[in-house]
């Protein structure tokens, strides 16, 4: 899929599926101010990353998201998408080349679902019948019933559902980048989690460079392929991998931003089936042990193995075949050598 078509004017084909993101010493003071909003930002996002800006209020995280899609001009440095400056394109072309999530999702209350994913095709003149197969496709992609979903109004659906339409017309045009501002934090904590469970889902699978906004550090753990940590006024505290800044947070100021409890986020990092589980011994006495996917994080399990008193997990794969038993003791040795490894530093 990492294509590159013969571009028409600057539509979104200009661009391969990702493009990469560079921000050069990026500055933002609005006027009238002394203090900047955004100081000497530098950072690149690699194509098909996730990059989240995880900060306190007053961090600059939307403001730095305003300045990639020229929605407020920059007061120094330069933007780099795809090796090429956004100050160098028009902004209404640049932004078809951006697709946009917001907290509150956006949705033209007047038009139907399909009418809204194909917001951006249309306004790139796209064939009547390629608007069609794209929105059904998109529909299918996040999780939705085109049939059932494609005529009704955002008023008849459910904030989840909603939220997914929305990601759907952020993805409408095949765009190189996208931005999310805080996209799932007016939803209710158990629809969040399924939410972004899909989102990583769905990213595993379309590979998009995404710039991703949130207060939350657990969920920037969760979605991030990298994690940028702003301090008040801008200005970045640290730039790496989740597991990295857990490990190694570069100041206090960042160590007291992940929490006193980042052993224990770490192991949300960690699946079960990386880890060293105990033989089952032919499943003899295992028989009604809590069945639990390969794929939960260390961190979930941990807390199916309180809830039950601490008896082992039978961890399967996706065809239901026994890897192994998950026991407190080997969630203690992991925690351990995180730990001492984490004082060898």
């Given at each position: 899929m990492n294509r590159r078509d013969s571009a028409h004017n600057e539509g979104p084909s200009a661009f391969a599926q990702a493009a990469e993101l560079q921000l050069r010493s990026v500055s933002k003071r609005y006027p009238g101010q002394q203090e900047f909003a955004i100081e000497?930002?530098?950072l690149t996002v690699p194509a098909g990353d996730v990059c989240v800006l995880v900060g306190p209020s007053g961090?600059?995280?939307?403001?730095?998201?305003?300045?990639?899609?020229?929605?407020?001009?920059?007061?120094?440095?330069?933007?780099?998408?795809?090796?090429?400056?956004?100050l160098a394109r028009e902004p209404r072309q640049l932004r078809r080349d951006i697709g946009y999530v917001i907290q509150q999702v956006g949705l033209f209350p007047h038009q139907t679902v399909g009418q809204n994913i194909a917001t951006v095709p249309r306004l790139l003149g796209w064939q009547k019948?390629?608007?069609?197969?794209?929105v059904e496709e998109l529909l299918e992609l996040v999780g939705l019933d085109a049939s059932a979903m494609r005529d009704r109004y955002p008023a008849q659906l459910s904030g989840g559902q909603r939220q997914r339409v929305g990601v759907a017309r952020a993805l409408a045009a095949d765009p190189p980048l996208m931005l999310m501002d805080e996209p799932f934090g007016a939803i209710d904590p158990i629809n969040r989690a399924r939410l972004q469970d899909e989102f990583v889902r769905l990213q595993e699978k379309v590979r998009k460079t995404v710039v991703f906004v949130t207060h939350d550090i657990d969920e920037a753990i969760k979605m991030g392929d990298r994690i940028a940590i702003l301090r008040e006024g801008g200005v970045l505290a640290q730039y790496d991998a989740p597991a990295a800044i857990l490990s190694h947070p570069a100041d206090e100021f960042v160590s007291r931003f992940v929490g006193a409890d980042r052993a224990l986020k770490r192991l949300a990092l960690a699946r079960v089936a990386d880890l060293d589980l105990v033989a089952p011994n032919g499943l003899v006495g295992q028989r009604n042990a809590q069945r639990v996917s390969a794929t939960t994080s260390a961190r979930d399990a941990l807390s199916l193995l309180l809830v039950s008193g601490g008896e082992p997990l039978l961890v399967v794969d996706g065809e239901g075949r026994a890897e192994g038993l998950l026991t407190i003791d080997v969630l203690e040795q992991l925690l351990s050598s995180e730990a001492a490894e984490a004082r060898s530093r």
């Amino acid at each position: 899929m990492n294509r590159r078509d013969s571009a028409h004017n600057e539509g979104p084909s200009a661009f391969a599926q990702a493009a990469e993101l560079q921000l050069r010493s990026v500055s933002k003071r609005y006027p009238g101010q002394q203090e900047f909003a955004i100081e000497e930002l530098s950072l690149t996002v690699p194509a098909g990353d996730v990059c989240v800006l995880v900060g306190p209020s007053g961090s600059g995280k939307t403001t730095t998201m305003r300045l990639i899609n020229r929605m407020i001009p920059l007061t120094s440095g330069d933007i780099l998408l795809g090796g090429r400056s956004v100050l160098a394109r028009e902004p209404r072309q640049l932004r078809r080349d951006i697709g946009y999530v917001i907290q509150q999702v956006g949705l033209f209350p007047h038009q139907t679902v399909g009418q809204n994913i194909a917001t951006v095709p249309r306004l790139l003149g796209w064939q009547k019948g390629r608007i069609a197969a794209r929105v059904e496709e998109l529909l299918e992609l996040v999780g939705l019933d085109a049939s059932a979903m494609r005529d009704r109004y955002p008023a008849q659906l459910s904030g989840g559902q909603r939220q997914r339409v929305g990601v759907a017309r952020a993805l409408a045009a095949d765009p190189p980048l996208m931005l999310m501002d805080e996209p799932f934090g007016a939803i209710d904590p158990i629809n969040r989690a399924r939410l972004q469970d899909e989102f990583v889902r769905l990213q595993e699978k379309v590979r998009k460079t995404v710039v991703f906004v949130t207060h939350d550090i657990d969920e920037a753990i969760k979605m991030g392929d990298r994690i940028a940590i702003l301090r008040e006024g801008g200005v970045l505290a640290q730039y790496d991998a989740p597991a990295a800044i857990l490990s190694h947070p570069a100041d206090e100021f960042v160590s007291r931003f992940v929490g006193a409890d980042r052993a224990l986020k770490r192991l949300a990092l960690a699946r079960v089936a990386d880890l060293d589980l105990v033989a089952p011994n032919g499943l003899v006495g295992q028989r009604n042990a809590q069945r639990v996917s390969a794929t939960t994080s260390a961190r979930d399990a941990l807390s199916l193995l309180l809830v039950s008193g601490g008896e082992p997990l039978l961890v399967v794969d996706g065809e239901g075949r026994a890897e192994g038993l998950l026991t407190i003791d080997v969630l203690e040795q992991l925690l351990s050598s995180e730990a001492a490894e984490a004082r060898s530093r």
